[in-house]
């Protein structure tokens, strides 16, 4: 099993930055890879950032230059930093973490940090 608690998120006014955390647990578990996804009322959710265990990142193009994944293993902790923030970013931001052993593929999710951009 594995737990993800999401936190950071708040209210933050457009140009301005955020960093929202994803601190992971579970038994013998070590965070290596993560994605960060969005969604707003009503919509879909989207993949915004993703990290492999080698350090290779993906971004939406919506995000591409403004966003930054990375992972702090010693913490066990992933982050996503926003930087230049438009109200358009504006979203529950959950990230994901997706573990495939023998018994098959799980993703597990955090319960979500609300990002709120003001014009």
């Known amino acids: 099993q594995v737990q993800l608690v999401e936190s950071g998120g708040g209210l933050v006014q457009a140009g301005g930055s955020l960093r929202i955390s994803c601190a992971a647990s579970g038994s013998s578990f070590r965070l290596r890879a993560m994605s960060w996804y969005r969604q707003v009322s009503g919509k879909q959710r989207e993949l915004v950032a993703s990290i492999t265990s080698g350090g290779r990142t993906n971004y939406a193009d919506s995000v591409k230059g403004r966003f930054t994944i990375s992972i702090d293993g010693a913490k066990n902790t992933g982050y996503l930093q926003m930087d230049s923030l438009k109200p358009d970013d504006t979203a529950g931001y959950y990230c994901?973490?997706?573990?495939?052993?023998?018994?098959?593929?799980?993703?597990?999710w955090g319960q979500g940090t609300l990002v709120t951009v003001s014009s």
């Open positions: 994901n973490v997706r573990r495939v052993d023998a018994r098959g593929t799980f993703d597990y």
